[in-house]
């Protein structure tokens, strides 16, 4: 992979989490993430309990059906599903994940910013059996349309802290090959009881959310310790 600007071009390169290379946003601040960057979920050393995860793009052709879909895969330990919220099921049993809905065609924003879908995160109600939470995003219909991911730019996902409505951190991210669909864009993960993002950004040939749901879940088996 290469970086070019603020921006990263991925050949779904495999990371591996690093620990002791995670930060915390300060009062104010938006930490802007390069791929496998980590962050705490965390203000003054206090852990987050409610968090948004804004996530966005723009489609790069001139398309009225261009529609891609943001999801949360929801995983144990062993990296099995323990559910998916998404478009279609948009809140878990656990009522810890809401999904505010989809955008069918990238062009209207959320409350005038940059999101085309935004997913609330109740950290602390998130179930004790979930270890990872898997942000996805993929083409809906992809393969009907002809679309790709290459046909997307300025894609990115923000965290940020419900309560003060502080953006925390901001990952951008695009795919040049022809094939992708989907994409890996980054996982919330538990350890020792404490919650952080990586960005990711690895990017798959896949033809809809349950596929790239089930691949979200063995590459994350990577990531739980």
Known sequence: FYFHHAKLTVFCEHLKLDFSAATEAREGEKITLSQGQVITLSKRGVALSKIVVGMGWKPSITSDNMDLDASVVML????EIF??????YREDHAKSILH???NLTGSEKINGETDDENI???LSKVPTEVQVLAFIVNIYDCKARGQRLKDVRDMHIRLIEESSKQVLAQYNTFAQDNTST????????RT???WSFKALGNCYNVDSYRELSAISSRECKKYIE
């Open 83 to 88: 559910e998916t919220v998404y478009f279609g």
């Open 76 to 79: 144990k330990e062993n990296g």
């Open 120 to 122: 609330d995160v109740n």
């Open 100 to 102: 505010h809905g989809d």
């Open 182 to 189: 989907g994409i890996l864009i980054g996982i919330a993960y």
């Open 192 to 194: 020792h009881g404490t």
